[in-house]
């Protein structure tokens, strides 16, 4: 994380409280997740997920993790410590309802698209995660996130950084970063 989006979100966790104890609704709570989410759903570095338009549960699920020490983020659970589980349930139901932002990525190339269809197959991607990528209830859409985002996050399951999902952690240990980069271009540009 670059010097200055550490300064701004810590700073933001710092005066989260204030802000909050005055924002009533769902919009007016989540304008402060825009300094990094994006003001359009456009994050402001690409290691940072999209979450508008993700799925509901998953949002929520995500919060809850990070709001208990499950996944870790020093910007994020500063944030969320300042949220009850009805502000998080209202968060994730506001940011479900709005639309995907596009994020302007490449397709794949048809080599990368063979090859990321067979790595996904043989870990039933598709089974969780559904047809084109876009997630249902819990299961995130990874359809057109940042490959950036996507790529880190899948190897930080594999090395176990990332451990709020054991099942993901355990199945991608048995990929290569060449398969995980595959995977990432690929689903980034669908």
Not at 60 to 67: A, E, M, V
Not at 90 to 95: I, K, S
Not at 145 to 161: D, I, K, P
Not at 165 to 183: E, G, I, R, V
Request: net charge neutral; hydrophobic share 45%.
């Amino acid at each position: 994380m670059s010097p200055a989006r550490f300064v701004l979100a810590a700073l933001l966790a710092a005066t989260l409280g204030a802000p909050c104890a005055r924002a009533d609704t769902p919009p007016e709570k989540a304008a402060l997740c825009a300094a990094c989410h994006g003001e359009k759903g456009v994050p402001i570095d690409k290691a940072i997920p999209v979450i508008w338009g993700q799925n509901e549960g998953y949002i929520y699920i995500q919060l809850r993790d990070f709001s208990r020490g499950a996944r870790q983020n020093e910007q994020m659970a500063a944030i969320v410590a300042q949220l009850s589980r009805e502000d998080m349930k209202a968060l994730a139901a506001y940011f479900s309802t709005l639309p995907w932002p596009n994020l302007l990525q490449k397709s794949a190339p048809d080599d990368v698209v063979r090859r990321a269809e067979t790595v996904a197959a043989s870990a039933q991607c598709p089974q969780c995660h559904q047809g084109g990528y876009i997630g249902a209830s819990v299961q995130p859409r990874l359809a057109d996130q940042s490959e950036t985002y996507l790529l880190a996050t899948m190897r930080a399951f594999r090395s176990g950084a990332r451990a709020n999902n054991d099942w993901m952690t355990a199945l991608l240990k048995t990929y290569s970063d060449d398969d995980l980069k595959t995977l990432a271009s690929y689903l980034a540009g669908l």
